[in-house]
Nanobody
Framework: QVQLVESGGGLVQPGGSLRLSCVAS????????MRWHRQAPGKEREMVAW????????DYADSVKGRFTISRDNAKKTVWLQMNSLKPEDTAVYYC?????????WGQGTQVTVSS
């Protein structure tokens, strides 16, 4: 079955950095685009970053462009989210997401808290 396991969250001061990881299993990783989403308290879940299955295409939410970088390693079946210059408004639970054969799958999420 499809599984996504995130890690790397934590507490960081404003201006700091974190690197999130998502290890995937149960599907053909290289054939699927991967996404990171986040959900802050009281807010809807939003897409943060996207990495296409071919060609290295990426896309980002305007709020994180220039600060976050998504990357992937098909051999390791892993996608990362490097987050720099973190702001308090980046505080949220971050989720890895994939759509396989028309069905969406979410990881369990990892908490990121940006606070002094």
């Amino acid at each position: 079955q499809v599984q996504l396991v995130e890690s790397g969250g934590g507490l960081v001061q404003p201006g700091g950095s974190l690197r999130l990881s998502c290890v995937a299993s149960g599907f053909t990783f290289r054939g699927n685009s991967m996404r990171w989403h986040r959900q802050a308290p009281g807010k809807e879940r939003e897409m943060v970053a996207w990495f296409g299955s071919t060609g290295g295409s990426t896309d980002y939410a305007d709020s994180v462009k220039g600060r976050f970088t998504i990357s992937r390693d098909n051999a390791k079946k892993t996608v990362w989210l490097q987050m720099n210059s973190l702001k308090p408004e980046d505080t949220a639970v971050y989720y890895c997401y994939v759509s396989v054969n028309g069905r969406g799958y979410w990881g369990q999420g990892t908490q990121v808290t940006v606070s002094s």
